[in-house]
């Protein structure tokens, strides 16, 4: 029965140990919050009365740097898109290598042009009276011409939230279909319009 009691009080005591450390703790940090809390009290307060903007009378030196007007740039990427007049426009997606995914973007899809494409417009065209080559290599160039604004304008719609660089390779993937499926169907539809025009 001693040893019960022992037992009892040896945990007892470690236990009010224990607690009497936590104490000094929970002391100090309040010791410390009330030396920060009495800092930032003598400090003087800043009042802002009224801010007023007039652009009339901005003079413009020179146009570099940035002019944040309403808008923080850190609060830019909570937006997905903002809307003008009903039309949604989108906020560029920007990463380090941009230029050169629209580049191999680019790349592949002139590549699938020049292929599968061809082969394609080969065999609907087997059907349907010749169409000169010389205007189709033209339609090629203009459609070539476009591919990058095109590019540029599917990268800028992937929603904010989906912009990582986990991400980027199956995007990358996703515009490329979605292109040369735009591109078979610009494509077929000249096709279809070809003998009207002639």
Avoid: W
């Avoid at 029965?1 to 936590?22: G, I, P, V, W």
């Avoid at 003598?42 to 901005?58: G, S």
């Avoid at 570099?64 to 989108?90: C, K, M």
């Avoid at 002139?110 to 059907?127: C, F, I, K, P």
């Amino acid at each position: 029965m001693n040893a019960d009691y022992h037992t009892y009080f040896c945990q007892l005591q470690s236990y009010l140990e224990f607690q009497d450390k936590r104490i000094k703790d929970l002391e100090a940090a309040v010791h410390t919050l009330s030396t920060e809390l009495r800092q930032l009290k003598e400090k003087p307060a800043v009042n802002v009365e009224r801010i007023e903007y007039r652009f009339d009378q901005l003079k413009v030196e020179r146009l570099d740097g940035t002019l944040n007007i309403g808008l923080n740039p850190q609060e830019l990427q909570n937006i997905d898109e903002f809307a003008v007049n009903s039309e949604p426009v989108h906020i560029p997606y920007v990463f380090p290598q941009r230029d050169q995914v629209i580049e191999h973007i680019c790349r592949t899809l002139q590549t699938y042009m020049n292929t599968e494409l061809a082969e394609n417009l080969a065999r609907a065209g087997a059907d349907s009276p010749s169409i000169d080559p010389s205007y189709l290599n033209f339609i090629k160039e203009d459609i070539s011409s476009q591919l990058p604004q095109k590019i540029i304008y599917y990268l800028d719609s992937v929603p904010v939230n989906e912009r990582t660089p986990e991400e980027l390779s199956v995007q990358i993937e996703n515009i490329t279909e979605k292109l040369k499926v735009d591109l078979s169907q610009a494509f077929f539809t000249f096709l279809n319009s070809a003998p009207k025009q002639q």
